[in-house]
Each structure stands twice: as C-alpha cells, then as structure tokens.
C-alpha cells in the first residue's frame, strides 16, 4: 500500500479544508493508499473528523513568520520518518513548504493544490508573495499542479506558473447526503423569525473581502421595498451581530429588520434547505464549494460569474456580472418573481447536474490517476 502524505496549511473551516476531508472520506477502506495529514497550523474544525475515519493527523503549530523556520525543520522531520510514496499539497503556503520539505525528505513526487482564482482580490501581502515564488519554483519543485478550476489554470498560467504540470480536477460533492427532516427546516425558521410566508434569500461564506458580503447587502436593499416577504438569511465565520462592520452596511440601507446573522454553523445543508433562494455574490471565486453544495440539496441559485461558477451551474441558475449590486438585484428579482414550482423545477434541475457532472467518485478517480501519473514521472 502505498502512502500519500497532505500538507495543509490549516484544518479551520474552509473550501480547501472541506474538499481534502471529502477525498479522505471517500477514499476510505482503500487498499491502494494510505493517507496521513499533516497541518501547518493546528487542528481546526476538521482534524477530529479525519483522525474519526483512522487517517493520523500530525499538527506543527506554526504561526506567522517567526515560526516559519522551526516549522520547515520540524516538517522536513517529519516526512523522513513517514517515508511517503507521495505528497500532496493544499494552497499557496502548504504548497512551497511541503514542496521544499519533499527535496529534503528523500524527493517524494509532489502534488501541488491551486484552489484559489485572483489573488489581486483580498489576499494578504504575504500570500501574494508566497504565489509568485510559488510561480518561479513551479517549473521543478512539483512534479504535478492540481488546480481546482479550468479558470484557476488559465490565471495561474498567465501568472507564470508552468502550463505543462497542470491537471485540473473539480470538487466532488456527496451524492446522497444524509435527508434533512422537513421539521427541522422549520425548527431552524421559526427560531430566528422566518415565518411561512417569507421567502429566504441566503448566502454562505466566511467574512471575506473575497466573498463581497457588502455587494449582497447593497442588493438586498434594493429589493427591499418592492418585496416586503423576503427575508436575507447570512451563514459563516463573522456574518453576526459582532461584525460591526457588516452591521452598518444593513443599517445604511435600512434593513436591519430584514437580516438574520447566524455566524458560523456547522450544519450548512440544513441552513441551505432553509433558504428558498440560494446567492453566492463573489467577486472571486475558483470553484466555490458552497454553490455545489446548495445545488445538492436543490436550491436555486443566483450567482456571480467568477472562476468556473458558470461552468459549475451551467443552465441551472441565474448569472450575473460581479461587484455589480443591480445586476445581483435584478438576478434575485427574477427567481423571487417566478413561481415556487418553478424554483422548485430549477432546484431539481441544479441537483441533477451536480449529480451528473461534480460527483466525488468522479473526483477520486482523477485523483487517483494523478497519483499514477507522478509516481510514474518519478521513475
């Protein structure tokens, strides 16, 4: 059996972190691979549920800079004496130390992971500096780029990245989530105010200047009059009544009525069943997750076009130009215009294609033949 070692820079609950923790779980009860993670950081909100499914999750407890050289010591260490056939890769910061730490572990074949779009966007400082040494050493330092989008690949192309290592692989979502009881939808409503009568328009994502919480706000507001029933539900790390920031973008537009701020949930595909009407308002995006999810459980979607999004939802959801509070508005207002049949048909309709075309056995399978391809390479 042979051993594939994840280097991730956290475990905290993000795209990346729910995707490695996805392909570990349907790997699981492989005879071809055995898998350990190794996180930069600490363990998160995921390192329990890995090491639950028998996978070791070895923490380094790296932070900031000034841990940064003990980290790489303590890393290279620690691959030397797990001795993987493999090593796999998660974002900017895992990717050039995990791509080092191999050169130094006995030169394991190395798997990068590119999950992000356009850096220009939100991104720290730091991280955008780590992308173009990320750039410069791509051309030796992986033997493969896994990237998460056909877009991802294009941008980091154009950014210097070699072309020739690239593979492009999907997330892969569940297929058969586990059902979510009517009640507790209905439980979840009327604990916050949502009566039967409201429609709930819901977005998903951390606080990020990425994820343009403040465009869906803006468009929230211009809906706000012509529909009196609708209802903005928010989901994620910050999205609560502690961000004051987020609090005086819906003061400003008079809406504090009309929001409910749940923060950070663990059960997101019982808050999406919540939602009659599911947004993702970013202004970057590679593959967001939180999309396939939504049309998992069959919401209809207005979304932005970054990344792949359009690739993702296809013909199942409304499309809008990014950064643009009208555009968004004017996409809401034509699915809180139609029919709750005809939302429901489009729901169906979105679960259908995410089913056809981003299931995770299909993502495994890439996977998989990645694997083959870099340990073949390294012959």
């Given at each position: 059996m042979r051993c594939v070692v994840h280097v991730i820079s956290g475990l905290g609950r993000g795209g990346a972190e729910r995707a490695l923790t996805r392909l570990?779980?349907?790997?699981?009860?492989?005879?071809?691979?055995a898998h350990v993670v190794?996180?930069?950081?600490?363990?998160?909100?995921?390192?329990?549920?890995?090491?639950?499914?028998?996978v070791p999750v070895h923490v380094l407890g790296m932070t900031g800079v000034l841990g940064l050289p003990t980290g790489l010591v303590s890393l290279v260490r620690?691959?030397?004496?797990?001795?993987?056939?493999?090593?796999?890769?998660?974002?900017?910061?895992?990717?050039?130390?995990?791509?080092?730490?191999?050169?130094?572990?006995?030169?394991?074949?190395?798997?990068?992971?590119?999950r992000s779009f356009d850096l220009k966007r939100g991104a720290k400082l730091r991280t955008r500096l780590v992308q173009k040494v990320c750039a410069w050493t791509s051309h030796w330092l992986p033997t493969l780029i896994l990237c998460v989008a056909e877009a991802s690949r294009r941008n980091h192309a154009a950014l210097g990245y070699d072309e020739r290592r690239m593979l492009v692989i999907?997330?892969?979502?569940?297929?058969?989530?586990?059902?979510?009881?009517a009640p507790d939808v209905d439980a979840l409503r009327a604990a916050h105010g949502l009566l039967p009568r409201h429609v709930v328009v819901g977005c998903v994502g951390r606080f990020h200047p990425a994820k343009d919480?403040?465009?869906?706000?803006?468009?929230?507001?211009?809906?706000?009059?012509?529909?009196?029933?609708?209802?903005f539900l928010m989901v994620g790390p910050g999205l609560d009544a502690g961000n004051a920031v987020l609090r005086g973008w819906i003061e400003a537009g008079r809406m504090s009525d009309r929001f409910v701020l749940l923060?950070?949930?663990?059960?997101?595909?019982?808050?999406l069943k919540a939602m009659e009407i599911f947004c993702s308002p970013s202004r970057t995006e590679a593959f967001p997750q939180v999309v396939g999810e939504a049309m998992v459980v069959g919401r209809p979607a207005v979304v932005t076009d970054v990344g792949d999004t359009a690739r993702v939802?296809?013909?199942?959801?409304?499309?809008?130009?990014?950064?643009?509070?009208?555009?968004?508005?004017?996409?809401?207002?034509?699915?809180?215009?139609?029919?709750?049949?005809?939302?429901?048909?489009?729901?169906?309709?979105?679960?259908?294609r995410v089913r056809r075309e981003f299931s995770i056995e299909k993502t495994v399978e890439l996977t998989i033949n990645a694997y083959e391809l870099a340990l073949g390479a390294g012959k």
């Open positions: 570990l779980e349907a790997q699981r009860g492989s005879l071809d691979y190794i996180s930069l950081a600490d363990m998160g909100c995921y390192g329990e549920s890995i090491q639950r499914m028998g620690l691959l030397r004496r797990l001795r993987p056939d493999l090593v796999q890769t998660w974002m900017y910061h895992a990717d050039l130390l995990g791509g080092v730490s191999a050169r130094f572990a006995g030169r394991p074949p190395v798997l990068w992971g590119i999907p997330n892969g979502f569940e297929l058969m989530p586990p059902e979510i009881p919480h403040r465009n869906f706000v803006d468009a929230a507001a211009l809906l706000g009059e012509r529909f009196p029933l609708t209802r923060g950070e949930r663990t059960d997101i595909p019982l808050c939802v296809g013909d199942t959801a409304v499309v809008v130009a990014r950064e643009d509070p009208q555009a968004l508005a004017a996409g809401l207002a034509s699915l809180l215009e139609a029919s709750p049949g005809q939302r429901e048909e489009l729901g169906r309709r979105a679960q259908a």
